[in-house]
């Protein structure tokens, strides 16, 4: 059974900085992209970022410059580093493999995680 396990959120003041992983167990992802998504209570799940299997990226326009997603294959984990973060950046983040690391087609292949809570104060 394939599981993505998503860690590295919490509380931290405007400015400040988290470093977010998923881990990927019952299957190996490392030729496939992989995708950060986040949500806000009562909005849609939105595109974040995301890898190729080759290390090419993609951003949303709002956290280019601020976010970079990673990946280590030997390990089946994707990173996320938030740095500078605003309190427009509060939501639950999850991971998934996608089928592009294209922002606007980027879809996720499996069930979600637990996700991760980000919490950003002003």
């Known amino acids: 059974q394939v599981q993505l396990v998503e860690s590295g959120g919490g509380l931290v003041q405007a400015g400040g900085s988290l470093r977010l992983s998923c881990t990927a167990s019952?299957?190996?992802?490392?030729?496939?992209?992989m995708g950060w998504f986040r949500q806000v209570p009562g909005q849609e799940r939105e595109f974040v970022a995301a890898?190729?299997?080759?290390?090419?990226?993609s951003y949303r326009d709002s956290v280019k410059g601020r976010f970079t997603i990673s990946r280590d294959n030997a390990k089946n984990t994707v990173y996320l580093q938030l740095n500078s973060l605003k309190p427009e950046d509060t939501a639950v983040y999850y991971c998934?493999?996608?089928?592009?690391?294209?922002?606007?087609?980027?879809?996720?292949?499996?069930?979600w995680g637990q996700g991760t809570q980000v919490t950003v104060s002003s």
């Open positions: 998934n493999v996608v089928n592009t690391i294209v922002a606007v087609r980027a879809s996720p292949l499996l069930q």
């Open positions: 019952g299957s190996t992802f490392s030729r496939y992209g």
């Open positions: 890898i190729s299997w080759s290390g090419d990226t």
